[in-house]
């Protein structure tokens, strides 16, 4: 879906950037409610999420269109790294 989103002939605006977000989890009160268990260490904070979203749709740091970003979260970092591009 990604790569047929960003294919230029796919319809969208020629600056149009489409990108697949995958981030392990998201760290929300509804996840924590639905596993009470779960380490979350890992978890992504929505913060870290909208902080580089909002960056992207500035142009910073923007990755190529249809890559696929995994958000990696540990020890309270997330790092976003460009898993295809």
Do not use: Y
Not at 21 to 30: E, Y
């Amino acid at each position: 879906l990604i790569g047929s989103m960003a294919h230029p002939d796919s319809g969208l605006p020629k600056d149009c950037v489409v990108l697949g977000l995958l981030p392990h989890a998201i760290d929300t009160a509804n996840n924590r409610l639905g596993m009470p268990n779960a380490d979350t260490s890992t978890w992504t904070p929505r913060d870290d999420l909208a902080i580089r979203l909002m960056d992207w749709c500035k142009r910073h740091s923007l990755p190529k269109t249809g890559s696929l970003v995994v958000a990696n979260t540990a020890n309270g970092e997330t790092s976003f790294d460009v898993l295809k591009q």
